[in-house]
């Protein structure tokens, strides 16, 4: 049998992708499997973890609702990689296409619909983004992260499927003691994680340190920060200057050493960061990100809803009010303890071998 999963540049694309192609590459040794990525990823920090699987590039660019020259180009690459995509297929001639939505993935999804290749399209926010909406449309089954979605998707809802947001592979907790050693921390102190996403946030970086700055104790303090390139090496000075225990990096391939120990998350609500959130029920102060406000926005409502996170709006972030919504957390054990508690049964459980499964039973 062969499968090509195609998916977007971002992380929130690629990890589950990556993910869903583990899962099938680990029970299923008879597949044989191909990635189809957009080509300005290919330098990118986030396709580390593809060298078990053959992967190839199409040229397809980010289109914007304007006229000039920039956008014209996109639209050119666009074309150019729906004939990069029918040659892909004619070439792998796959049983299936599985797309993890974005723009960059609907070219490959189209052909193969042309050809008439049984085809799964995967959904990771609440809101459907606007590539997988068009999709949905032409796609045999549509797997969504969140029973919510099926309220935004105007097809036939019996082809929607509730499998949850596949895990990456390494993404188990860890014995605390190896993980305390991962980074060299404390046991004793109370560990906040910092991300904004998997490019990082300069906004939220800046409120975050200049709020921390101003906490009395920070020696009862430890942070792990996932700064992204740009930030990485100014953060580091920082957190020295103000004398505070902090483990800075531009990306960390090993979040779930992070995950296991950490008591607070500061956060982006990407849909990979609160299903991983879910999985580790972490308490988190949720800041969704401006520029895809209502998906991340409505993704961190569902863990507000639960009484999981608390949310500040993008607009309404600075460092006094971060700083509060800090104190009233960890200065309160009890209620970092009951915010754990409410993750109970969110989780879709095997979650990833849903996903297998409902792809292959179309492929058979």
């Not at 999804?109 to 049984?118: N, Y």
């Not at 596949?166 to 906040?192: C, H, S, V, W």
């Not at 779930?256 to 982006?268: E, M």
């Amino acid at each position: 049998m062969k499968v090509l999963v195609a998916a977007g540049s971002s992380g929130g694309h690629i990890f589950p992708a990556v993910a869903f192609l583990g899962t099938l590459r680990n029970k299923y040794k008879g597949i044989d499997l191909l990635l189809v990525l957009p080509k300005r990823v290919r330098t990118s920090h986030l396709v580390y973890d593809l060298h078990y699987y053959k992967v190839r590039y199409i040229s397809v660019s980010p289109i914007a609702f304007r006229l000039d020259l920039r956008n014209f180009i996109a639209i050119l690459r666009f074309f150019k990689g729906w004939f990069e995509s029918l040659f892909l297929l004619f070439e792998f001639k796959p049983d299936m296409v599985v797309g993890f939505g974005s723009l960059d993935s609907v070219p490959v999804l189209l052909s193969a619909w042309l050809l008439r290749i049984k085809t799964l399209i995967h959904e990771q926010n609440v809101i459907p983004g606007r590539a997988n909406r068009f999709l949905a449309k032409f796609a045999d089954k549509v797997a969504v992260s969140f029973a919510e979605t099926k309220d935004y998707l105007k097809i036939n809802q019996e082809k929607i499927v509730f499998t949850g947001n596949p895990m990456r592979q390494g993404l188990k907790e860890i014995d605390r003691p190896a993980a305390l050693r991962f980074f060299g921390f404390n046991d004793f102190k109370f560990t906040i994680l910092v991300m904004g996403g998997s490019q990082g946030s300069q906004r939220i970086n800046s409120c975050f340190l200049k709020a921390i700055s101003t906490v009395p104790d920070k020696s009862r303090l430890q942070v792990i920060h996932i700064a992204g390139e740009n930030d990485r090496a100014a953060l580091e000075r920082s957190y020295k200057e103000i004398e505070l225990n902090a483990r800075v990096f531009t990306f960390l391939e090993q979040m779930q050493y992070a995950y296991s120990i950490c008591d607070l998350a500061v956060s982006r609500a990407g849909a990979t960061a609160i299903a991983e959130l879910i999985f580790f029920r972490i308490p988190a102060i949720m800041i969704p990100y401006p520029f895809a406000y209502k998906h991340q926005f409505s993704n961190a409502e569902i863990l507000e809803k639960m009484g999981t996170a608390v949310i500040i709006k993008d607009d309404q972030l600075d460092a006094a009010g971060l700083r509060q919504a800090l104190d009233g957390l960890m200065h309160n054990p009890e209620r970092l303890a009951l915010m754990r508690s409410y993750y109970s049964g969110a989780l879709k459980a095997n979650t990833n071998d849903l996903l297998t499964q409902e792809a292959l039973s179309l492929a058979r």
